[in-house]
Nanobody, 114 residues
Framework: QVQLVESGGGLVQAGGSLRLSCVSS????????MGWYRQAPGKQREVVAT???????NYADSVKGRFTISRDNAKNTVYLQMDSLKPEDTGVYYC????????WGQGTQVTVSS
C-alpha cells in the first residue's frame, strides 16, 4: 500500500505564496503520473495540476499561471508551488497517483485570507 504524506500548507494572505510537498512510498514513483488535488469546504475534490513521468504538465484553468507542479524522483517527492494565492484557493490539498486506485493521504490545509 502506497503511503502519501503531504506537507507545507498554512495560513497566508491573498497574494502570498506556499510550496506544498508530497512524499510517496511507491517504488515505482518515477514512472507514475502524479497530481495535486484540492477540496474546498462544502465542495467535491477537484484536480489542480498533474505531471506525467515524462514531464508533461496540466493545470486547472483557475490556477494556470499561478501554480507550478514539479517532482524530484530521487526524493520520491512531488511539489506544488503556489503563487498569487487567492481566497478561493482555500482547501485541503492532496497528492495522488493520477491513475492510482490507492488510498489518499491526510492532505495539508491551505487557508488564504482576504
Amino acid at each position: 500500500q502506497v503511503q502519501l504524506v503531504e506537507s507545507g500548507g498554512g495560513l497566508v494572505q491573498a497574494g502570498g505564496s506556499l510550496r506544498l510537498s508530497c512524499v510517496s512510498s511507491s517504488k515505482t514513483f518515477s514512472s507514475t503520473a502524479m497530481g495535486w488535488y484540492r477540496q474546498a469546504p462544502g465542495k467535491q475534490r477537484e484536480v489542480v495540476a498533474t505531471l506525467t513521468s515524462g514531464g508533461r504538465t496540466n493545470y486547472a484553468d483557475s490556477v494556470k499561471g499561478r501554480f507550478t507542479i514539479s517532482r524530484d524522483n530521487a526524493k520520491n517527492t512531488v511539489y506544488l508551488q503556489m503563487d498569487s494565492l487567492k481566497p478561493e484557493d482555500t482547501g485541503v490539498y492532496y497528492c495522488h497517483g493520477v491513475y492510482s486506485m490507492g488510498s489518499w493521504g491526510q492532505g495539508t490545509q491551505v487557508t488564504v485570507s482576504s
